[in-house]
């Protein structure tokens, strides 16, 4: 098991200089720079394409499942509070009691997909899907990324899990996955405003 | 610290430390940040003549309209403009960026920051395997059936969206996918490089000991990084257009063809920087070691980059001016284009400044660096030009403007690389290149370069527009008299290409049988010229520690002209 500061030393000499972000979080915080430009490209999109709509929601269209996906919202902010959680026994050294929280964070974060998912499948069957209307490529177009997005935090997520069972989780590799999570937790409430209502 | 390392650790580097490592693990698979410099740089080469190779065929069909282009044959409108499409793709994003970035950010970042590699060794063996790929498959959509793109690099729908008009229906969505698969190789590159610059650097070097190649590499790639997310977010919807049927940019369908424009523009645009920049952090670099002088006013360099960096991303507009956009926004696009050119400016002041007084040795490398300071200044006055919207509306889409950003791209893009390679190659390959030939080079690539475009500038401000196939086609358009200047223009390219043959000769020739070099040819102060040329793997057997700034030349008092950032007070 390794405590916090003696974690190996990475390829380039991690930890040379005393005081720095770990390697893992520095460049996941880089990438998520990257993410949160890419969304506000989608999002700027979007309301483009909507304000140039002559009427929106586009006639014919079913409507969006707002209060389904406002609790699946509340869902996944819960994913991110045991996520934060899990950050705090981490940092106190308390690998022990980080287990549980983590083990929520991933569970509830795969519920948020599946439940989105099953959203999707009932949207697709009224009649919602990427050409039917501007409301459906971009609801497609970008509810779409974040899954994705969800997607690939969630197989990270699962990997920490996985390396916590081990007792080797590294503060490069844990902050890495929590400040993906959390930026896919993050932007979510913003698409959900944006997209949703 | 060592003793610490737990079992399970995993230090890549070390892999290969214990065997002879095999041809393929050596030199394909390496981790090495200084074989990944070299694959970037050789992919970059090879992509270089292939755009040159383009720039040929279709100069000579704009010269001798109609004629059998020897090595190409008879070139038909779909071929010019998938040609001119993939030239200026290419000469971008698989040449000046993997060149300018990614080879000599792998190369400086590790030796110039006293480092033994990358933080992320196998990500950044990744980034060259993607970037590769990409590469691939942007040659590729060559041989499908319809040819490679021709819609123009800046791909506007519904030209880029529609098969019907395009053409080319694989070959624009092949396209889309390369640059998609370009983009996410530089930003691997780009999160190790901001993170290895500040998070591994040698002990006792400050943020502003960092040498300027390096600070600019590395705002280069946050500006790359910041800048391509929304163009990332518009080329999926294009892709969308083009493969799935919606209609993004529609405008029968209720989609909007200008979203594109201000999409890839706010990319585009901050894109020209994520080039320039590198170039001028080389620039700094070789100044200050032939004119034996500080860099006049470090600081100011490097804030000025960072503002320039900041502003480059409110001026996108400017490419737009004709595009329909309202003309009071096209006078605040006008105020912030003028103002960005305060910066760069500035910083050519600043070079001038530091030659000053300064004991100037004319070697090869500094040939390169000063006409870098002066063929881009030319680029950026005629920008001004094009920046002011009143102007733009007469010279936009013409000759001018293509003369203007090849005054930028060129000297950013072969004569800044040109400048690197000269300087670093005794480092690289522990050999020095031939200093006459290297001379004979330069002129030969940089009298022709201007013979090429100032023809092109008058041209364009004749009023002959871009992307033209054949102006025989238009006799309305064009005066019997730019005939000649379209041939002065290519026979000075033919010419310039010719000289690049004695680059590659002096190239590999001296790879091998160079005359050998040694730690510190050139006596300066940076990290890299401290270890052996070419440096080992794992670049030091001890770390460096660093004791000062990277430019103390000509310091008073000291018996030797420089100061090494290393060598203990
Ligand atoms: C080697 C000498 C070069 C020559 C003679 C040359 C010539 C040309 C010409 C004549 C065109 C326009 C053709 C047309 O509009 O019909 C063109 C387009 C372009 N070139 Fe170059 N070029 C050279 C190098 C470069 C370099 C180094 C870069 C950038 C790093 C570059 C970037 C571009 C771009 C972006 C376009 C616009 C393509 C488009 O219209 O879609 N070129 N070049
Ligand atoms: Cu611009």
């Not at chain 2, 970035?101 to 933080?119: R, S, Y």
């Not at chain 2, 100011?300 to 480059?312: K, P, Q, R, Y």
């Not at chain 2, 010279?395 to 300087?423: E, K």
Request: aromatic share 14%; proline share 7%.
């Amino acid at each position: 098991m390794t405590i916090r500061g003696t974690e190996p030393l990475g390829p380039a000499g991690e930890g040379r200089r005393p005081g720095t972000i770990p390697n893992g979080l520095f460049g996941m915080l880089v990438f998520v720079m990257t993410e949160i430009m890419l969304f506000a490209g989608l999002i700027s999109a979007f309301v483009i394409g909507r304000a140039a709509a002559p009427a929106w929601p586009p006639p014919g269209q079913p409507r969006l499942p707002v209060e389904a996906t406002a609790v699946n919202t509340l869902v996944l902010l819960a994913s991110g509070a045991a996520l934060i959680l899990a950050h705090r026994h981490f940092h106190q050294g308390e690998r022990a009691r980080m287990r549980r929280p983590m083990q929520f964070a991933l569970g509830l974060g795969a519920f948020f997909v599946l439940f989105q998912g099953y959203e999707w499948v009932r949207l697709i069957a009224q009649g919602l899907t990427l050409t039917s209307s501007a409301l459906g490529s971009y609801f497609y177009l970008v509810v779409g990324m974040h899954a994705i997005h969800a997607l690939c935090a969630l197989v990270l997520l699962g990997y920490a899990n996985l390396r916590l069972q081990r007792g080797f989780l590294t503060d490069s590799l844990f902050g890495a996955v929590e400040t993906l999570w959390l930026f896919v937790v993050g932007v979510w409430p913003v698409l959900y405003w944006v997209v949703y209502l | 610290m060592a003793e610490s390392i737990p079992s399970d650790a995993t230090p890549a580097h070390d892999d290969h430390h214990h065997e002879e490592p095999s041809f393929a693990s050596k030199y394909i698979f390496s981790t090495d940040h200084k074989m990944i410099a070299m694959q970037y740089m050789f992919t970059g080469m090879a992509m270089a003549l292939i755009g040159g190779f383009m720039a040929y065929v279709f100069r000579m069909q704009l010269a001798f309209p109609g004629i059998d282009v020897p090595g190409y044959g008879l070139v038909t409108p779909a071929n010019y403009n998938s040609l001119v499409t993939n030239h200026g793709t290419i000469m971008i994003f698989w040449v000046a960026m993997p060149v300018l970035i990614a080879a000599f950010g792998n190369f400086l970042i590790p030796l110039m920051c006293g480092c033994d590699d990358m933080v992320f060794p196998r990500i950044n063996r990744l980034s060259y395997q993607i970037f590769l790929l990409s590469a691939i498959v942007l040659l590729g959509s060559f041989f499908v059936q319809g040819g490679g793109f021709g819609g123009a690099w800046t791909a506007y729908p519904p030209l880029s969206a529609k098969a019907e008009y395009s053409l080319t229906p694989l070959g624009s969505s092949i396209w889309l996918i390369a640059v998609a698969l370009e983009f996410v190789a530089f930003l691997l590159g780009g999160i190790n490089f901001v993170t290895t610059a500040m998070n591994a650097r040698a002990p006792g070097m400050k943020l502003y000991d960092i040498p300027m190649v390096v600070w600019m590499i590395v705002i280069a790639s946050i500006l790359f990084m910041v800048s391509v997310g929304p163009l990332i977010a518009g080329a999926i919807m294009l892709l969308f257009d083009q493969v799935l049927g919606t209609a993004f940019y529609d405008p029968d369908r209720g989609g909007d063809p200008i979203l594109w424009q201000h999409l890839f523009w706010f990319f585009g645009h901050p894109e020209v920087y994520v080039v320039l920049l590198p170039a001028v952090g080389i620039t700094a670099e070789i100044i200050t070691v032939f004119s034996r002088k500080k860099l006049f006013a470090y600081k100011t360099v490097l804030h000025t980059a960072i503002g320039t960096g900041v502003l480059s991303f409110t001026v996108w507009a400017h490419h737009q001016f004709i595009a329909g956009i309202d003309p009071r926004m096209a006078h605040v696009f006008t105020l912030t284009t003028l103002l960005i050119s305060i910066p760069i400016a500035e910083m050519m002041f600043v070079y001038i400044a530091t030659l000053y007084g300064g004991s100037i040795r004319l070697t090869t490398p500094m040939l390169w660096a000063l006409a870098f300071i002066g063929e881009f200044l030319i680029g950026g006055v005629t920008g001004i030009f094009l920046g002011a919207s009143g102007s733009d509306i007469y010279l936009h889409d013409t000759y001018f403007v293509l003369a203007h950003f090849h005054y930028t791209f060129y000297p950013i893009a072969i004569i800044g690389t040109m400048a690197g390679v000269t300087f670093w190659f005794p480092k690289m390959f522990g050999r020095h290149m031939n200093e006459n030939l290297g001379k004979i080079h330069f002129w030969g690539s940089i009298i022709p370069f201007n013979f090429i475009f100032i023809p092109l500038f008058v041209l364009g401000l004749g009023g002959q527009h871009r992307r033209v196939f054949d102006y025989t086609n238009f006799p309305d358009l064009s005066l019997p008299w730019m005939q000649e200047f379209r041939v002065i223009a290519t026979v000075a390219l033919l010419v310039m290409l010719g000289f690049q043959i004695l680059f590659l000769y002096n190239f590999f020739q001296s790879i091998f049988k160079g005359r050998k070099a040694e730690r510190n040819p050139w006596n300066s102060n940076t990290l890299e010229w401290t270890t052996e040329s070419p440096p080992p793997h794992g670049n030091w057997p001890e770390l460096p520690t660093v004791y000062r700034g990277p430019y103390e030349y000509s310091v008073p008092g000291r018996d030797k002209d420089y100061w090494p950032q290393n060598e203990p007070v």
